[in-house]
T-cell receptor, first 115, second 115 residues
Framework: DAGVTQSPTHLIKTRGQQVTLRCSPK?????VSWYQQALGQGPQFIFQ???????QRGNFPDRFSGHQFPNYSSELNVNALLLGDSALYLC??????????????FGNGTRLTVT | GNSVTQMEGPVTLSEEAFLTINCTYT??????LFWYVQYPGEGLQLLLK?????DKGSNKGFEATYRKETTSFHLEKGSVQVSDSAVYFC??????????????FGQGTRLTINP
């Protein structure tokens, strides 16, 4: 049973460029959340997708956008990259359903470096 | 808003020592509380959780009790091993109306166990 998979594992971009990160949720999960983890910090919630719609959003600018596909996989897009966007980006999946305490399962993340 | 504060690290202990990592929270309502662990190069793994006051979560020898009166969820282990070396994150659920969890994390505590 595959867990949450993310690609790529590492990425180097230049300021001003755009980047797309990808996530496949754990089998049986239908909700995907994205987190940004700066070096030495705890993860911060970016947004959450369910039924192909953004359901909740954290305190991140509109440069951060996402998408969820019919197979529940998801993409995170960041436009006009800044040096401060350098971080580990974590994808987490869960099952919404009626189990409101369904635990989050995290992928290993994509390490983004902006130069 | 909701927030989590962890004791600052890094924490270095000898094998078989007793471990405590302090965690306090600020929240409205009745959040669930979690401890996640992050090993080098990996994503976050759920270590334990508690969903209501006085609940004790436990796993792999680690324990934490949900104390509403002190708004705390301290992590403890009676005898640590070298393999416990990792970064530990305390988190609370900021549950959105869609039922899937949005987590608020502390800044993390790096634990190193020496043989």
């Amino acid at each position: 049973d595959a867990g949450v998979t993310q690609s790529p594992t590492h990425l180097i971009k230049t300021r001003g460029q755009q980047v797309t990160l990808r996530c496949s949720p754990k089998s049986g999960h239908d909700t995907v959340s994205w987190y940004q983890q700066a070096l030495g910090q705890g993860p911060q919630f970016i947004f959450q997708y369910y039924e192909e719609e953004e359901r909740q959003r954290g305190n991140f600018p509109d440069r951060f956008s996402g998408h969820q596909f019919p197979n529940y996989s998801s993409e995170l897009n960041v436009n006009a990259l800044l040096l401060g966007d350098s971080a580990l980006y974590l994808c987490a999946s869960s099952s919404r359903g009626l189990r409101t305490n369904s635990p989050l399962h995290f992928g290993n993340g994509t390490r983004l470096t902006v130069t | 808003g909701n927030s989590v504060t962890q004791m600052e690290g890094p924490v270095t202990l000898s094998e078989e020592a007793f471990l405590t990592i302090n965690c306090t929270y600020t929240a409205t309502g009745y959040p669930s509380l979690f401890w996640y662990v992050q090993y080098p190069g990996e994503g976050l793994q759920l270590l334990l959780k508690a969903t209501k006051a006085d609940d004790k979560g436990s796993n792999k020898g680690f324990e934490a009790t949900y104390r509403k009166e002190t708004t705390s969820f301290h992590l403890e282990k009676g005898s640590v091993q070298v393999s416990d070396s990792a970064v530990y994150f305390c988190a609370l659920s900021d549950q959105g109306s869609w039922g899937a969890q949005k987590l608020v994390f502390g800044q993390g505590t790096r634990l190193t166990i020496n043989p």
